[in-house]
């Protein structure tokens, strides 16, 4: 009997009531993943979430639906999460927990995806950054660029024999076409300011966490850089065996 791989899901925070516009390259790029639309409504501290819905519930809803039907329209699931909350941080942590979410958008303009970066420190998380890739670049048109930021003394052929081969090799097996795939290393005295540099050349750039937290992900030192300099859409996958464990964790505490 056959089974069919569900696709990589993504959680795209909505900041209600007003929620910035996402751009329609950006939806339609993101449209063959299962798509979270997580509506947050910031609650003030002397409000109590309950006040909150019952005053802002259905306007929050119209909002939340019309962001849904623009990802419906370009083909993508959607599943929508409305939360009324004090900690943003911490709310889409929990959801993405709970939804079981592979990565989490942080957005920016996009004209069309054509180049996605995919930053690569080792070959750590591209067991998990890959099958994500290849879910997001399916119709075959984006190409992508495994960089490699050598470190200390490290040599490019050190570079693309222990982790750009290895890591183009896992991108073929997931499915990206070994003819989208380029593979290149760097020697920077910044790692950080490479990755940005090259950021700036491509439409849209794909990290690996780095930490068991969603709320550590979101607002780490690389991907606040990335958007600061260069204003592009960032994708952070999340690291399997933590985000089990923080799942884990968050049903014992239940």
Do not use: Y
């Amino acid at each position: 009997m056959s089974s069919i791989t569900p696709p990589s899901s993504i959680l795209v925070d909505v900041e209600l009531p007003e929620p910035e516009s996402l751009s329609p390259a950006l939806i339609d790029a993101l449209s063959p993943l299962r798509v979270v639309l997580l509506g947050w409504f910031s609650v003030p501290e002397q409000t109590s979430p309950a006040q909150a819905r019952d005053q802002f519930g259905a306007e929050a809803e119209d909002t939340l639906g019309a962001a849904a039907r623009r990802f419906e329209e370009a083909g993508a699931e959607v599943t929508t999460r409305l939360v009324f909350t004090g900690d943003e941080l911490d709310t889409i942590s929990r959801v993405s927990v709970e939804e079981s979410c592979d990565a989490v958008l942080i957005p920016g303009p996009v004209e069309q995806l054509r180049r996605v970066l995919v930053p690569l420190r080792g070959i750590q998380n591209v067991r998990e950054i890959a099958p994500f890739v290849a879910d997001l670049c399916q119709d075959g048109t984006a190409r992508v660029t495994l960089l490699h930021v050598l470190e200390g003394d490290e040599t490019t052929a050190a570079s693309r024999e222990d982790v750009l081969e290895p890591a183009a090799e896992m991108m073929r097996s997931a499915g990206i076409k070994a003819s989208l795939l380029e593979l290149n290393s760097v020697a920077a005295d910044s790692p950080a300011d490479a990755i940005v540099e090259w950021a700036g050349e491509h439409d849209l750039a794909v990290l690996g966490e780095t930490e068991p937290s969603v709320r550590e992900v979101l607002f780490g030192t690389m991907p606040e850089q990335i958007v600061e300099a260069v204003n592009v859409p960032i994708i952070v996958v999340r690291h399997g065996e933590e985000a089990a464990e923080m799942a884990e964790r968050a049903t014992q505490a239940d």
